[in-house]
């Protein structure tokens, strides 16, 4: 899974039906490097109450639809958590 | 899911007859890094009514072929909605 | 999916029992960006009748496989088009 | 397969319900090349008993799922395994 | 499917059951760009008999389940064939 930060929503009116009722957010992963901090966005249903600030596990790919009530939704990623802590020991 | 822009189609005479009545449409991932917004292209089925210079959401993987009404179909990226609006408050 | 050209051919006598019968070719994505052409070849087994020089679609993931016959084949990426043209009109 | 070391754990109260009762460990993949060793973690759920220093086997996409009680579990990276040892004898 | 040469060995004595059996392999992918031919490993279950020094195609993702006799088998990775040839006529 992946650890990132929301840091905005996305609208779309037009959409397919299935997605009806989702909140999407703006996720931007995380890296340990700060050199490569520049990642694209992931867009990422909510499945946490997750609002903008918070720290997200995001699950991707088929796992994803596991998270909502219904598998055919046609969403490739859903956050799954909001994280308390992160706790790095070992480099 | 990815967002991107809407810069083109692509059109297949010789297919999968699977894929036949599918729009497929070139789409520009976007990158928050203008140093990396050198993306390649995805391609991508429309399942939205989307044209080009739309601001589109892409789902991808094995959710792309819930948002199809048949599940056979060999795509594994679709357009899912058309993006009204983006709203980014945290960096 | 993914676009590329087909530059080569794989031959691979051993191989699982299930891959009999199908073409190996070798495509070389294609980038829109010269400073990244410099891609990994994919190897996709071909659906759509290819040839070395052919610009091909090709579909990747679970998404591979409902393009063949038999949905317990092991192939990741299979061609399920050859493209007559891309008509890119917004950069 | 993705090898790497575990580095630490990661906790969230709001979450999933389907989650609780796993853990999720931090886990830094390895490269053999230098130059790119600055990668993402990833985080995945333990399945091998594993803690910080051990070498994992993470087993990623839908094939994760398949290692838990559960295949409705949404979670796309599990530890499988803890390394002996790799010994690579032809580069 | 991704090409690449079998470099090594990989033991974990504590792993997932339905493991048991199987022969894990490190494979270093090819790439046609040498100033990008430093890649991770892959690390592959062998279904084709591979050794050290063998060219290799590697099927990933949910087909890499297909080509072993079961379908729980938590691996995303399989060695599918060993090459033979390749022939690239066209850059």
Redesign the interface.
């Known amino acids: ?3 990132g ?12 039906n ?2 009806n009722g989702l909140t ?1 957010l ?1 996720v ?6 700060d ?2 901090v ?7 249903a909510d ?3 997750a609002g ?2 918070d720290n997200v ?1 995001v ?9 909502l009530a219904n ?8 956050i ?12």
Do not use: C
């Not at 930060?5 to 397919?16: C, F, I, P």
């Not at 931007?28 to 490097?33: A, E, F, I, L, N």
């Not at 699950?59 to 596991?66: E, P």
């Not at 598998?71 to 859903?78: E, F, N």
């Open positions: 899974m992946i650890v930060k929301v840091v905005g929503s996305l609208w779309a009116t037009r959409k397919d299935k997605l999407f703006m931007k992963p995380y890296s340990h490097d050199a490569r520049q990642h694209e966005y992931i867009v990422a499945n946490a109450g903008v600030g596990l699950t991707t790919g088929s796992a994803a639809r596991t998270s598998a055919d939704i046609p969403v490739d990623a859903v799954v958590g909001i994280i308390d802590s992160i706790e790095v020991t070992d480099e």
